[in-house]
């Protein structure tokens, strides 16, 4: 018995139904100006906004933001401004604010939604039903990703600079009235102590404390400052003076006679 062709010939007719569809829904238009990186506006007025991705909008608190919103609107006005573009429309056509929702085609057949994404200038943003392209944006964002594009050069920029959290190993503790350093349990730490790493303390003219730290090598600390070695003596202070030298005062373990420790 030969098989039916019917089972493979329905589904045929149905993508080309479907294509048949958003061919017929989309039309050209000429874009007359570029809002920013996923909206623009066509010679007639109306304003349309790409399908599935977004793109950086100014704030005014953050600059590197208004950069890179910048270059993003930039690079749409190369894609599309005074051109002819291909408009094709998805199940919803326009969105809350009355924006025309579509996926925009150059007369070069550049995917302008698609290609936003993978410049680096726009990232994923799925709404549905909207959906009809979201594999291969993704696609096209992984790429921009994974090249360090546009934004997302930015974005590694942001993560690079960012403080790294304070750990035991690096955690230590300055006073408002004290030029030391100490460890967490340094008994010339007072209650007013204020967590800091020991790079941002040098930097501020912060030694380390003599007692809970050591010397430090003449690669560490401050750079005008180096602590000489110091000689152990029954009943002597073992702070360092502002001059350099060890204290001269005799004094009990934890007394506050010199300078450094308040008195």
């Known amino acids: 018995m030969r098989p039916s062709r019917c089972g493979s010939f329905v589904p045929l007719l149905l993508a080309a139904w479907i294509m048949c569809v958003f061919a017929s829904a989309a ?41 890179i919103a910048k270059q993003a609107t930039a690079y749409n006005e190369i894609l599309v401004l005074n051109c002819d573009v ?3 429309y998805d199940v919803d056509r326009t969105d809350r604010f009355g924006r025309t929702l579509v996926y925009a085609y150059t007369v070069d057949s550049v995917f302008v939604n698609a290609e936003m994404l993978r410049a ?53 503790y300055i006073t ?10 340094c008994r010339y730490l007072s209650k007013s102590a204020n967590e800091i790493t020991k790079d941002d303390a040098t930097a501020r003219g912060y030694g380390p404390c003599s007692v809970c730290i050591g010397a ?30 060890q204290c001269k005062r005799n004094a009990k373990t934890g007394s506050s006679y010199c300078w450094q420790h308040g008195g």
């Open 216 to 245: 430090a090598p003449a690669s560490e600390g401050s750079s005008s400052y180096t602590a000489p070695p110091t000689t152990s003596s029954p009943g002597r202070c073992q702070a360092i003076t502002k001059k350099g030298a």
């Open 86 to 88: 291909r408009l094709e």
């Open 176 to 185: 408002k009235t004290g030029s030391k350093y100490h460890r967490e349990g």
């Open 120 to 172: 680096g200038w726009a990232k994923v943003l799925t709404v549905p039903p909207n959906v009809l392209y979201t594999e291969v944006f993704r696609k096209c964002q992984e790429e921009a990703q994974a090249a360090g594009l546009g934004l997302w050069r930015a974005e590694i920029a942001k993560k690079v600079a960012a403080p790294q959290a304070l750990t035991e190993a690096t955690k230590y």
């Open 27 to 67: 039309h050209s238009a000429r874009v007359a100006r570029v809002i920013d990186g996923d909206t623009v506006v066509l010679d007639d007025g109306t304003t349309i906004r790409y399908i599935g991705v977004d793109s950086p909008e100014p704030k005014g608190h953050d600059k590197s933001n208004d950069l």
